[in-house]
């Protein structure tokens, strides 16, 4: 994971690093804010034509070109930093504080090109400094050549509030070197904010880091789903159970994420599941899915030759052997059963004590190694090579009318909301209005999106605007919940019959008219 997934920038997809922003204040108990501005600025500017790269591909980087965390670096050094990661951007920054007024200031460098853009500034009060970070993303954004066709406003409103002493206690618990101390800022900002997943996910990590499965599972089980951080977290929920022994809870995790990101390592991960289990077919499927998408990981070939050798097919599991020892020759237990099979001896037989790891084998068994579980998650590598899928795609989709354009976005967006994945089909919902602004079934379902999230007026516009260009029946029921929430019991009423004239049996329709009529019989 990290810098070298950051570092094949390909053809189509931009990369962009922020750095930490300079302190130029001499207000105490602010240092923190330094390392704020990646955080903030890194998730408000990716984008499916820019591949923003993390802490992890910065801090990496910084350890390879022998410069200390803790030495404030000069231009000349942020250079070399982002070099060393292959960017096409970067992003420098400093910020004061007068006691009164915060200011931050920003500069985007073209590092191909060797040009610096003008600084762009954000200024108001502390404590709404994840505003003015979020309006500084929007104002380097517009330097770009392919800069975001979105308003300051929507922009602005696109972000969910964070609350700022929830925000502090995260970025000093990711920063905090000491054990306990970060689990103390990380309990904090999930106190402060219940549904902070960010956190949720650190915590989780913090406690996996230190094999106290039991308390990383419940903190990786808490994140919702439809959180950007599910991903990873089902990922390290299903090592914790794997560690746990608990492989029915294992096999769930990683299946949800190999359903949201099909990753190499995950297929792999079921099939040591499945091997735990018993399942021999089915560990030798997944195992078999994990060679054909990587044959260059040995470790793939080993667990596909130790699950053929259980199932009896030593000729397979031989093939298997000598393919992962020409990659990796020193590897002494690949040697070993590799010698096991030429000597003809018999694999052990199907059995609860053979699946769970050779326990208790009769003398004339053979003592079959463990298939090896992966435990790192790339999602950043998936991520980089879908930004440049995306990006063929819509060079492609460009020679289209803008109608089979939009059109195209608004399905793959259905596919998201089909998979629990409503960031990405909010994304895919504003390409389609990019692309025909005309387009009532994208308004009406970028609205529903934000309705969801709460973000009751950029919902409400939405949805008047879908009305506008064509009446339909999602729309007039985004309508309707919203007035239902501010109790317009008429409005809502006028909203649903409206519907109900469009399309009579819709299932959605009567139930809110149920609704509706329920309440006002209560109120009366």
Same mark, same amino acid.
């Given at each position: 994971m990290g810098l070298s997934a950051a570092a094949q920038a390909r053809s189509g997809t931009q990369t962009l690093v922020v750095m930490p922003f300079e302190n130029q204040s001499n207000a105490p108990g602010l240092e923190?804010?330094? *390392?704020? %501005?990646?955080?903030?600025?890194?998730?408000?500017?990716?984008?499916?034509?820019?591949? =923003?790269?993390?802490?992890?591909?910065r801090a990496t980087a910084f350890d390879r070109s022998g410069i200390p965390s803790t030495v404030l670096p000069s231009r000349a050094t942020l250079y070399q930093v982002g070099e060393q990661m292959g960017a096409d951007y970067m992003v420098m920054g400093s910020y004061n504080f007068d006691g009164s007024k915060f200011t931050a200031a920003a500069q985007l460098l073209d590092m191909k090109k060797l040009h610096l853009y003008p600084a762009v500034e954000s200024? +108001?009060?502390?404590?709404?400094?994840?505003?003015?970070?979020?309006n500084l993303a929007w104002q380097l954004l517009q330097q770009l050549?392919?800069?975001? =066709?979105?308003?300051?406003?929507? %922009?602005?409103?696109?972000w969910p509030p964070i609350r700022l002493?929830?925000?502090?206690? @995260?970025?000093?618990?990711?920063?905090?070197?000491?054990?306990?101390?970060?689990?103390?800022?990380?309990?904090?900002? =999930?106190?402060?904010?219940?549904? @902070?997943?960010?956190?949720?996910?650190?915590?989780?990590?913090?406690? %996996? +880091?230190?094999?106290? @499965?039991?308390s990383a599972a419940a903190w990786?089980?808490?994140?919702?789903?439809? *959180?950007?951080?599910?991903? *990873?977290?089902?990922?390290?929920?299903?090592m914790s159970e794997f560690y746990l022994g608990n492989y029915d809870k294992a096999y769930a995790a990683f299946n949800y994420v190999v359903t949201r990101v099909p990753l190499t390592e995950v297929y792999n991960n079921l099939g040591v599941v499945e091997a735990r289990r018993g399942h021999r077919t089915t560990a030798i499927e997944y195992f078999s899915k994990a060679v054909g998408a990587d044959p260059n990981d040995p470790d793939y070939?080993?667990?596909?030759?130790?699950?053929?050798?259980?199932?009896?097919?030593?000729?397979?599991?031989?093939?298997? $052997?000598?393919?992962?020892?020409?990659?990796?020759?020193?590897?002494?237990?690949?040697?070993?059963?590799?010698?096991?099979?030429?000597?003809?001896?018999?694999?052990?037989?199907?059995?609860?004590?053979?699946?769970? +790891?050779?326990?208790?084998?009769p003398p004339n068994q053979t003592r079959v190694p463990l298939e090896r579980i992966k435990r790192n998650y790339d999602e950043a590598s998936y991520q980089q090579l879908e930004l440049e899928i995306h990006n063929l795609t819509e060079a492609r989709l460009a020679k289209m009318n803008s109608h089979d354009h939009s059109a195209y976005h608004v399905q793959r967006g259905e596919e998201m909301l089909a998979q629990n994945m409503p960031e990405q089909a909010g994304s895919e919902f504003r390409d389609a209005i990019s692309a025909d602004p005309n387009n009532a079934a994208a308004h009406a379902q970028l609205a529903e999106l $934000?309705?969801?999230? +709460?973000?009751?007026?950029?919902?409400r516009t939405e949805a008047q605007t879908s009305i506008r260009l064509k009446p339909n029946v999602d729309a007039l029921l985004v309508l309707a919940w919203l007035d239902l929430k501010q109790n317009q019991m008429q409005a809502a009423e006028n909203e649903v019959q409206r519907a109900l004239a469009l399309e009579p049996a819709n299932a959605a329709a009567l139930a809110l008219k149920r609704d509706i009529a329920a309440r006002q019989t209560g109120a009366k």
């Open positions: 923190w804010i330094g *390392e704020a %501005f990646p955080e903030v600025l890194s998730q408000r500017m990716a984008s499916s034509q820019l591949y =923003v790269m993390d802490r992890e591909d200024s +108001g009060p502390l404590t709404s400094l994840i505003s003015l970070q979020t050549p392919s800069h975001t =066709v979105m308003s300051r406003e929507q %922009f602005l409103s696109t002493d929830a925000f502090e206690n @995260y970025l000093r618990g990711i920063l905090a070197t000491d054990h306990q101390q970060r689990i103390h800022y990380l309990h904090d900002a =999930v106190k402060l904010n219940p549904n @902070y997943s960010a956190a949720m996910l650190e915590l989780g990590k913090t406690y %996996f +880091g230190t094999h106290e @499965y039991e990786f089980a808490r994140i919702p789903k439809t *959180e950007p951080e599910a991903g *990873e977290a089902n990922f390290l929920l299903g070939h080993f667990n596909l030759a130790v699950a053929l050798y259980r199932n009896g097919e030593s000729a397979a599991a031989a093939r298997q $052997l000598k393919e992962e020892l020409q990659q990796r020759p020193s590897d002494a237990e690949a040697k070993s059963l590799l010698d096991v099979i030429n000597r003809g001896s018999a694999p052990p037989a199907p059995s609860a004590a053979a699946a769970a +790891g050779n326990a208790l084998l $934000l309705e969801k999230k +709460g973000d009751l007026n950029n919902a």
